[in-house]
């Protein structure tokens, strides 16, 4: 698979991971879909230095627990670029409260973005993505880590890498692979808010390479499975945290 002429669209793309995904994959060569629920300015602020740098990217507005929005952003894809061949599921949202405290709102947020999102984008990939392509969604590491207040979205992830090995085989007979990243903390906003600088050293150091990834050792790994050479890597998930665990 060469990344001439491909199409990627990235989930949650506007900033952190997703934002620094559509930035390698827009340097690999893909023509690139930046999705974003609220954050139009950083969105297009985005695609203006994709497009500036050479490359060709559109933002597009989808709410991915819509799947009606789900599926009018894989329609502009197609209406700009003709098609679409990777698919990235960055979207997501992190909430944490030990499960006695989480409520029904944050339960319902949790779900609907971090399950029926990457459900309504994988089901509409697994539809439209051509053959030869590459499904990628987005899990965590924290999942072996049993750590107090984070059972909930665990839960929501669990249920990422479960869609991600059914998925594989579905795709069967049409080379297109499904595979998902789990990293441990990274810096980006969603992991950094509301932690004290003493927490986030001690999370820092639980690895031991004893750093926090930054968004480009995500968006790295990402790049390789969506590029010619991760083809061969299929239903796997990557935990991606410098050794945490």
């Given at each position: 698979?060469?990344?001439?002429?491909?199409?990627?669209?990235?989930?949650?793309?506007?900033?952190?991971?997703?934002?620094?995904?559509?930035?390698?994959?827009?340097?690999?060569?893909?023509?690139?879909?930046?999705?974003y629920a609220g954050s139009a300015g950083p969105a297009q602020d985005l695609v203006d230095n994709i497009v500036a740098e050479g490359g060709e990217a559109i933002a597009v507005q989808a709410d991915v627990a819509d799947p009606a929005a789900v599926?009018?952003?894989?329609?502009?894809?197609?209406?700009?670029?003709?098609?679409?061949?990777?698919?990235?599921?960055?979207?997501?949202?992190?909430?944490?409260?030990?499960?006695?405290?989480?409520?029904?709102?944050?339960?319902?947020?949790?779900?609907?973005?971090?399950?029926?999102?990457?459900?309504?984008?994988?089901?509409?990939?697994?539809?439209?993505?051509?053959?030869?392509?590459?499904?990628?969604?987005?899990?965590?590491?924290?999942?072996?880590?049993?750590?107090?207040?984070?059972?909930?979205?665990?839960?929501?992830?669990?249920?990422?890498?479960?869609?991600?090995?059914?998925?594989?085989?579905?795709?069967?007979?049409?080379?297109?692979?499904?595979?998902?990243?789990?990293?441990?903390?990274?810096?980006?906003?969603?992991?950094?808010?509301?932690?004290?600088?003493?927490?986030?050293?001690?999370?820092?150091k639980m690895n031991p390479l004893e750093r926090l990834a930054q968004p480009e050792d995500i968006a790295r790994l990402v790049s390789f499975l969506a590029g010619p050479e991760g083809g061969w890597v299929n239903g796997q998930t990557l935990r991606?945290?410098?050794?945490?665990?």
């Amino acid at each position: 698979m060469s990344t001439s002429d491909k199409v990627a669209i990235i989930t949650g793309s506007s900033r952190g991971i997703g934002a620094e995904t559509a930035r390698h994959l827009a340097c690999d060569g893909f023509k690139v879909v930046v999705n974003y629920a609220g954050s139009a300015g950083p969105a297009q602020d985005l695609v203006d230095n994709i497009v500036a740098e050479g490359g060709e990217a559109i933002a597009v507005q989808a709410d991915v627990a819509d799947p009606a929005a789900v599926i009018a952003m894989f329609d502009a894809a197609q209406k700009a670029f003709g098609g679409v061949d990777v698919v990235v599921n960055s979207a997501g949202v992190m909430l944490q409260a030990k499960i006695a405290e989480f409520d029904d709102e944050m339960f319902d947020r949790s779900m609907s973005v971090n399950v029926k999102g990457t459900f309504n984008v994988c089901r509409e990939a697994a539809k439209r993505v051509r053959d030869g392509g590459r499904i990628i969604n987005i899990s965590t590491s924290v999942i072996g880590m049993r750590l107090p207040t984070y059972g909930i979205y665990v839960a929501t992830k669990a249920a990422v890498e479960a869609m991600t090995q059914v998925l594989t085989q579905e795709m069967r007979g049409r080379n297109v692979t499904v595979n998902a990243v789990a990293p441990g903390p990274v810096a980006t906003e969603l992991f950094l808010h509301g932690k004290s600088p003493e927490l986030i050293d001690h999370m820092a150091k639980m690895n031991p390479l004893e750093r926090l990834a930054q968004p480009e050792d995500i968006a790295r790994l990402v790049s390789f499975l969506a590029g010619p050479e991760g083809g061969w890597v299929n239903g796997q998930t990557l935990r991606a945290n410098g050794g945490m665990c």
